[in-house]
């Protein structure tokens, strides 16, 4: 995604401003656990709802930018105007089982992919959203083929492969 054009175009639209860049491991993630109980094996949790799931078409056709709730930054992103309805279903269900079971969640889901994060007080979203309305892009499609679980900006603990169903 590095070396397409409207990238490069949302790197110069936002030139002035404080941003890191994402640079690889572009993902959507579904939940973050603040905590969970002692007892409760989270990857279980999981794979229950990921052992059967086949891959999936996603079409990500949206920039825009969000304020984490934390106020530490804001995130400059990329999402689908209409996205799957079984991936939608598919993290609910994952998220509500993870709640039912005490884990604590830290944020609502928000379908994105982190471009870039933006340390810069200076710009709020409505004037970052306004700046980036310029970028010309055309919307993509991939495929969702692997979960992952993992400790935040850490190590994997498991994987799941959509095309086979397996457990890496």
Known sequence: ???????????????????????GFWHITAAFLDDAPEDVDVASIIDK?????????????????????SGQSKIVYLTSSNPPSELLKLIENIREDLRNTGCTLSMEFKLHVTLG?????????????????????????????????????????QSWYFYDSTVR
């Open 117 to 157: 994060r933006i340390f810069d007080d200076d710009y709020d979203v409505p004037t970052l959203q306004t700046m980036i309305e310029e970028v010309s892009h055309s919307p993509f499609s991939c495929t969702l083929i692997e979960a992952d679980y993992r400790e935040f900006r850490g190590r994997e603990l």
């Open 49 to 69: 709802h990921l052992s059967k799931v086949k891959p999936m078409m996603i079409t990500l056709d949206t920039l825009g930018v969000f304020a984490i709730p």
């Open 1 to 23: 995604m590095l070396n397409v054009q409207w990238y490069k175009n949302l790197i110069n639209a936002l030139c002035r401003v404080n941003t890191r860049w994402q640079k």
